[in-house]
């Protein structure tokens, strides 16, 4: 394999236009167009739909970017260690949902910044649906999902629930009513989470009902979707965590409704088990760092043992 055909791929999947990755490479257009054939010709696959009018991968595809970003990054450490000499550098590669990244993950990678020093640990943050991808190409050593039950037995395994609301401004709750049906927030404006998102079901629910709509919007980040709220641009139904500071003031409400959210759970859903002690210390750190977040903030986060 070529690494310059898969430069170009990557590249490629990243730009959306080979006129883009030409320039990028400093490369003629039809250079990448023939790195591009010569690299699924090697894996006997299509990589490119090219039915389609508009730049889009195969489901191929998007698993070879992936693979590729991943083999990059690896002959970029190669031959940076290679430059830089001296002993080896230990590393591990941690995945995990943005909503973990804004609560307890930075305290847990704080700390094992202190406690293993001489390992080097590299933060992945994206959705459920990105970090899968990740996971099946066993391209991480430890990953925190929403909702995914966990692929290998582990040791010290733990799950954070987040209590889930419907929040909204309060500029737009009407303070006459008491409970809120759901034909009442359909017809407010309604900020969506995208199809992959654990938390789609909840405003899809509303809109299978033929009630009156009100605005739809749609955003594919807890944080974003926050300040959307916060910007009075519509409801959701978010882990109120993201929120807390804004409801504590009273900027945000939780609306009251008749049926409370099911909690939202981030847990260990992957390890790679062939590292071992490292594996254990990673999530003995993890832990450590869950427990005293969920310690700290009560009202919004639990922390569950053995789970």
């Keep these: 394999m070529n690494l310059k055909h898969v430069e170009a791929f990557y590249w490629l999947a990243q730009l959306g236009t080979h006129q883009r990755v030409a320039d990028k490479l400093n490369i003629t257009q039809p250079a990448v167009t ?52 001296g002993s080896p550098v230990q590393k591990v590669r941690v995945a995990a949902v943005s909503l973990s990244v804004m609560t307890w993950v930075p305290d847990m990678m704080r700390q094992l910044s202190q406690e293993m020093p001489d390992t080097q640990c590299d ?57 809120y049906t759901d034909r009442d927030l359909a017809a407010m404006p309604l900020i969506h989470y995208p199809r992959t998102s654990p938390l789609f079901p909840l405003s899809d629910a509303l809109v299978g009902k033929g009630y009156k709509a009100g605005p739809r919007h749609t955003a594919n980040a807890v944080g974003t979707i926050a300040k959307m709220i916060n910007a009075k641009l519509g409801i959701a139904a978010i882990p109120a965590i993201v929120a807390a500071d804004e409801l504590a003031s009273g900027a945000l409400k939780v609306i009251p409704v008749k049926v409370t959210p099911r909690v939202l759970k981030v847990r260990c859903a992957y390890a790679n088990m062939a590292r071992g002690e490292m594996i254990d210390e990673l999530v003995r750190v993890s832990a450590n760092a869950a427990r005293a977040w969920c310690a700290a903030n009560p009202d919004w986060c639990e922390y569950i043992e053995g789970e």
């Design 34 to 85: 023939a790195r591009i054939f010569a690299l699924e010709s090697y894996l006997n696959a299509e990589l490119i739909d090219r039915s389609k009018t508009h730049f889009t991968l195969t489901e191929r595809g998007h698993e070879m970017q992936v693979y590729s970003e991943r083999l990059l990054d690896l002959r970029d450490t190669m031959m940076r260690r290679a430059e830089e000499g």
């Design 123 to 179: 933060l992945i943050s994206a959705s459920d649906f990105q970090l899968s991808r990740h996971v099946d190409a066993a391209d991480v050593d430890i990953a925190f999902l929403s909702n995914a039950p966990p692929k290998m037995q582990i040791s010290n395994l733990f799950t954070v629930n987040y209590a889930v609301r419907w929040v909204c401004h309060a500029d737009l709750l009407d303070p006459s009513k008491q409970v």
